[in-house]
């Protein structure tokens, strides 16, 4: 399909890049930039009052750690474009912004937040324009899909595996490093009994 044919929310047209899964990627890991407008007058003191909420409600466990996919994600208020070479700008729209890194694909990442975290995504969204809901997750996707920007330039330190794959392996290490330091004490068949324990140790859900 042509650039700028695939519908989106409201009939505004959607660049073919946004659809196209090789872009905002790196190796496994996929990024995601989100920017929608805010009500002007109720709708930042309202989502000023959500971020406090969240930063109190993530240091319990919950739901969230169910999405070990996600590698971070992050959520804003953009008041003002900062002089980078141009006249300081502040905004007559607010902006929410939300910026992810993920490994999988959009639809799984959505079908996620949107099952997952359904209250979550409502408060965050709640007060910008054009929100429809989390579910039906079909009008969810779209809207996420006509705010979406390309990143410019995307990087990550270890393209071959996944956030739950880094998290296994640096816990892997310490029991490796620890059987290294007893290897030559230990006889063969002990040490082969130590190592696959350790493999299998390894391997547990994360």
């Known amino acids: 399909m042509r650039r700028g044919r695939r519908p989106a929310l409201g009939g505004s047209p959607i660049p073919d890049e946004v659809y196209d ?38 240091r319990k466990p919950g739901s969230i750690q169910e999405l070990s996919f996600i590698h971070f994600a992050r959520w804003g208020l953009v008041r003002q474009i900062p002089q980078l070479g141009q006249p300081k700008e502040r905004l007559r729209q607010p902006l929410f912004m939300f910026e992810s890194n993920y490994n999988g694909s959009f639809e799984q990442y959505i079908d996620a937040f949107a099952h997952i975290l359904t209250r979550g995504m409502t408060l965050f969204w709640g007060t910008s324009y054009g929100f429809p809901r989390p579910k039906p997750v079909t009008r969810f996707k779209e809207y996420i899909r006509a705010n979406e920007f390309v990143v410019q330039h995307y990087y990550s330190a270890y393209p071959a595996a996944s956030s739950t794959m880094v998290v296994s392996a640096l816990g892997f290490r310490g029991g490796l490093d620890e059987l290294r330091r007893l290897a030559s004490s230990l006889e063969p068949g002990e040490f082969a009994v130590r190592y696959r324990e350790l493999l299998k140790a390894s391997q547990a859900p994360t």
């Not at 090789?22 to 929608?36: E, L, P, S, W």
Request: aromatic letters at 14%.
């Open 21 to 58: 899964e090789r872009y905002n990627r790196c190796g496994r890991a996929r990024a995601m930039t989100v920017f929608t407008p805010v009500w002007p007058l109720l709708g930042v003191p309202i989502t000023k009052a959500v971020f406090v909420f969240a930063r109190r409600s993530t």
